[in-house]
């Protein structure tokens, strides 16, 4: 039986935090754990189970309750944690119980928003501190030990949730870590239409961040509308003075449940303005009952509130005329039109679908977790051939992948193109993979790590699958330092007996391994590539030009053998001079031996070019030129049977796998033979077409789909 403890910062107010950890509680039969309870919050007899209180009360000052907090949750839990086998934390002083070995527990932390007086509301809550001491201690010092407790406990989740979208964005700006949205409970069965009385109502807190002292001021000029406020707080007095003498405006202090319900179901309109809000339950509870909001542009009441729908949204940084503005427009008539829309909208946040998606997250043991190396995917990094396939990879398994695995994309970086709950920043910027992969998987403990790119972290799991496009290095070491020879070595010394299975893309691939490193040949799987996606506007251009050209793509480097294809070129172009050389692709190991070559007449160098430029390119070439002495795929001879272009190559096991009879093959070092090839293909138009007609074929058989479904299997493989 999974028992289950929720550790919760403190009862204090009646607020929507502490609803939730209720009915979490009573979803889950689960215990509760909290610093103190007071009076002002939800009595104790709603608690459904266990209830433990750890002190007695809210010490005077913060920095004690801060420090207190810490020592209670840390010490205080220490035996109690053990007993239970899923711990789910709300708050953040709660996480310092977190700080302590709970490997084998399941740990999820609810973040309702992250510490924000250290992050984005530092400035203000600076400025509004009178005293000099404690602006020093508090926030000058007081800031960074909070921020690394806070990044401490946070970084001991095996998952993090937060209450909204909103949320999920500042976790990421302030602590680099992704999370999922499951949005909170909101009872909206509680709240009902009774009717639509004259007044406006607002029962957020009173505290400085709702701003209901705006909202005051605004009916301060309307003294035909009623506004009533059904709240408490630390900002109460303030707000008490704004309304005396303005009988329009009603504070009636915190009400019982049964007495809010009243208030909202009569209401002609709810009105809440925070900064910022974290979600915002006020809307939905609004708009359970039919009741439109009046709120504002920020936060997460954008994702609540449908302008012109469900309520009104005046501008984020607003004048006190923009509430004024609000208020007359949502009149009687207006507010009953909108009631069906905010019912509906109400529905999607309701306490039946909260518990559907916390059981769906918690009870996910059966689940595969399979982690990703997504660094090769992120947008700053300039794509090759091992990009292509990861971002391939990437896009098809997260489009692909059943219920019963649960994917996490490891990058240093967001990837706009992948779902940001799915995403894990890991941020550390050198040593990515040795030291921030390895972390990540001592932490998260992933059944299967799947590697599509270069070296493995590390630490790897039990179960590690992980990409080989090519061994070249072994064929010819002459084209790679010194440095890279060792470390490409040793990698593939480490993936021999660490990874389960490899994945390559050729058949050429495979034999190297088994017969130059004796990899056992079960552990290879030969899987092919899809079909590069071409990015351009130009559709089945005319290839008769009067500037014809030969397009190469690739690393300019030794062992794509670039000076022999520019000597071969040379060759040919003193029988046709009006024929270009057009070389696509960054320097790489050789550039400099390869420099004086670039001179020759009619060789261009454009260097790297973006994937648009680059299929311009291809739809204008004439013919491909790809004679590398060694390659692990052949991305750019698929591109250029898409394009409809003949290709001239190297007779190398890999490209005769992929081109066979669609290209004219020649030895890499035989330069008359590649010039004959130029030559023939540039005058034979039967030839040509033969050649486009074959390639055309070929493309038939790569296929990402087709890929991505024999990955999954090894990747569920017992």
């Given amino acids: 039986m999974n028992k289950i403890l929720i550790i919760h910062d403190r ?3 009646r607020g929507g935090a502490e609803r939730l950890v209720l009915d979490l509680a009573n979803i889950l039969h689960a215990d509760i754990v909290t610093e103190f309870w ?94 000099l001491l404690k602006r020093i201690f508090y926030y000058d010092i007081g800031k960074y030990l909070i921020r690394f407790f806070y990044r401490l406990g946070l970084a001991r989740m095996k998952t993090v949730v937060t209450n909204s979208k909103n949320v999920q964005d500042r976790l990421v700006r302030f602590c680099h870590t992704q ?57 109460a007095e303030h707000v008490a003075e704004l309304a005396k003498g303005f009988p329009n405006i009603k504070l009636v202090g915190w009400v019982e449940d049964e007495q809010l319900k009243d208030l909202v179901g009569n209401c002609l309109a709810t009105i809440y303005i925070p900064v910022d809000e974290d979600f915002g339950m006020t809307p939905v509870e609004s708009m359970a009952a039919g009741k439109p909001c009046i709120g504002v542009n920020d936060g997460g009441l954008c994702e609540t509130i ?59 043991k059966d689940k595969t977790h ?74 998260d403990k992933p059944h299967v790590l799947f590697v599509p790119v270069h070296a493995l972290p590390f630490f790897c799991p039990k179960k590690t699958i992980r990409v080989i496009h090519d061994v070249s290095f072994l064929r010819t070491p002459e084209a790679y330092c010194l440095r890279e020879q060792l470390y490409m070595r040793m990698d593939l010394l480490r993936a021999k007996y660490i990874c389960s299975d490899v994945i390559v893309p050729t058949e050429a691939v495979k034999n190297d391994l ?12 030969v899987t092919g590539w899809g079909i590069p996606e071409i990015k351009t506007t130009l559709h089945n251009p005319s290839k008769e030009q009067t500037n014809p050209f030969i397009l190469f793509i690739g690393r300019i480097e030794e062992k794509k053998n670039v000076a022999n294809l520019i000597q071969a070129f040379a060759l040919f172009h003193k029988t046709h001079p009006h ?58 001879m698929l591109e250029a049977f898409q394009a409809h272009i003949p290709v001239i190559a190297s007779a190398i096991p ?21 010039a004959s090839n130029m030559k023939r293909v540039a005058d034979d138009e039967l030839l040509r077409e033969q050649l486009v007609t074959r390639g055309s074929e070929k493309l038939k058989k790569y296929s990402w789909e087709k890929v991505t479904e024999q990955i999954l299997k090894i990747l569920l493989k017992k």
Wanted: charged letters at 20%; proline letters at 5%.
């Fill in 654 to 674: 890999t490209l005769m796998e992929i081109g066979e009879d669609a290209v004219l093959f020649a030895d890499p070092n035989d330069i008359a033979t590649l």
């Fill in 38 to 131: 007071t009076e002002t919050t939800y009595p104790r007899s709603e608690v459904p189970h266990g209830l433990t209180v750890l002190d007695t009360s809210e010490p005077h000052m913060m920095v004690f309750r801060y420090f207190r907090a810490q020592w209670n949750f840390w010490w205080k839990t220490r035996k109690l944690i053990q007993k239970y086998d899923t711990i789910i934390f709300s708050g953040n002083n709660c996480l310092a119980a977190a700080l302590r070995p709970l490997s084998q527990k399941q740990t999820i932390y609810y973040c309702h928003t992250p510490v924000r007086y250290v992050y984005d509301l530092l400035a203000m809550r600076r400025k509004a501190e009178p005293s």
């Fill in 179 to 235: 999370s999922l949205v499951v949005y909170p409970p909101i009872h909206t069965e509680r709240f009902a239409w009774k009717g639509q009385q004259d007044f406006y109502l607002s029962y957020a807190r009173l505290d400085a961040l709702k701003r209901v002292d705006d909202i005051v001021r605004a009916f301060q000029n309307m003294s035909d509308k009623k506004l009533v406020i059904a709240s408490g707080g630390e900002d």
């Fill in 370 to 443: 399979i982690a990703i190396d997504a660094s090769r995917s992120i947008e700053s990094v300039q794509k090759t051939g091992v990009e292509v396939v990861s971002d391939a990879l990437l896009t098809n398994l997260e489009r692909m992948r059943p219920d019963t695995i649960n994917l996490t994309f490891y990058t240093p970086k967001m990837i706009s193109w992948l779902p940001k709950n799915l995403q894990q920043i890991i941020s550390h910027h050198k040593f990515w993979t040795i030291l921030g992969l390895s972390f990540a998987m001592l932490r």
């Fill in 306 to 364: 449908i302008p012109e729908k469900t309520g009104i949204l005046i501008p984020k940084t607003y004048q006190i005329e923009d509430i004024i503005k609000a208020v007359q427009s949502m009149t009687p008539e207006r507010a009953m039109l909108m009631r069906a829309d905010c019912e509906e909208q109400a529905e999607h946040f309701s306490l039946e679908r909260f518990a559907k998606n916390i059981h769906a997250l918690i009870y996910t």
């Fill in 579 to 636: 024929w270009k050389l057009i070389l696509v692709g960054k320097p790489g190991y050789g550039f400099e031996q390869i420099i004086p070559l670039l001179e020759t007449p009619g060789v261009e160098h454009l260097g790297y070019v973006s994937e648009e430029k680059k299929s311009e390119l291809l739809y204008s070439a004439s013919m491909l030129a790809l004679i590398s002495y060694e390659e692990g795929f052949a991305f750019p």
């Fill in 514 to 525: 088994i017969h130059l490193l004796h990899w056992p040949q079960e552990k290879i799987v």
């Fill in 11 to 13: 009862f204090q107010f």
